[in-house]
């Protein structure tokens, strides 16, 4: 008798992490439930019979968390592993942008994931197995510059991974706080079309240089591909808490310089790093 293959929910599928975490699960035999939306950006991944298309979306909390309820009771005996990766940036000065933009991102990267999350974990429980996944960013340890909404919901789901692995001890149940550093990917090219300036620090020398830095990270960061091998093999291997996953530079170097050397002046290195004096 052929065992029915396990099932993947993750948001934000139509591209970057989402979509190679999606692609490589598919590709590892799971039957995956990836979310977008928009449906037509989950083209790439149609052609395969084991993935499942859900229109979500994290500016409507209650619409996401029944599209997520429906995919649970599609999924032949509920899903395996869950990875909460929607998100978007926003580039801009926290105190001169309107505080509705702040809030939006908030709402949905944050409180909108949160109130998934607390669905995926009772199903989770409920099934006495699972793994949650929640993506944060290693700017949750090293917070980017004039992208504070990002650095603020991301540091939110990294306490919320470190709040459940509490709670889920002896349950069954896996999480891991996922935390990428760059990757090639269009995050760039979203952001800009998000923020409220199509040219970042046009009258702002030092928003200027940040972006460039930013900006040049994206272009010369690992392929995607390698995110998503980095999670599968966390999951395979049942990993909790902290995975890291980037350049050596920013997943082995920076994290132990940081431990080593005084607070102060690991900004200051944060901070000439990328141009910021």
């Known amino acids: 008798m052929n065992q029915s293959p396990l099932n993947l929910f993750v948001t934000g599928a139509s591209s970057g992490i989402g979509r190679a975490v999606a692609r ?36 409507d909390a209650e619409a996401a968390t029944q599209a997520y309820a429906m995919a649970q009771a599609e999924a032949p005996g509920g899903f395996d592993v869950v990875v909460n990766n929607a998100g978007y940036g926003v580039f801009a000065r926290f105190d001169v942008t309107p505080f509705d933009v702040w809030s939006k991102q908030l709402n949905a990267m944050l409180l909108t994931t949160l109130q998934l999350a607390q669905r995926q974990l009772l199903d989770l429980r409920t099934k006495g197995r699972g793994v949650m996944v929640n993506v944060a960013s290693l700017a949750t340890e090293f917070p980017l510059p004039y992208m504070s909404g990002y650095n603020v919901a991301k540091a939110g789901l990294s306490a919320l ?117």
């Not at 590892?28 to 084991?50: K, S």
């Not at 079309?193 to 970042?200: F, W």
């Open 24 to 59: 490589k699960f598919l590709d590892e035999g799971y039957a995956v439930w990836g979310t977008a939306r928009d449906l037509t950006r989950l083209a790439p991944l149609l052609g395969d019979p084991h993935f499942h298309p859900i229109l979500l979306d994290l500016d």
């Open 161 to 277: 991974s470190e709040s459940l692995l509490i709670e889920t001890v002896g349950t069954g149940v896996s999480v891991i706080d996922f935390r990428p550093g760059d990757f090639r990917t269009d995050f760039n090219t979203t952001m800009l079309q998000l923020s409220p300036s199509t040219q970042p620090g046009a009258n702002d020398s030092r928003m200027q240089g940040a972006w460039e830095v930013w900006d040049q990270n994206i272009a010369t960061a690992p392929a995607v591909e390698m995110a998503a091998a980095d999670l599968f093999q966390a999951v395979r291997s049942g990993a909790c808490g902290v995975v890291r996953s980037g350049s050596f530079f920013q997943t082995r170097i920076a994290p132990m310089f940081e431990r080593l050397v005084p607070l102060r002046w690991a900004r200051a290195v944060r901070w000439h790093y990328f141009g910021l004096k």
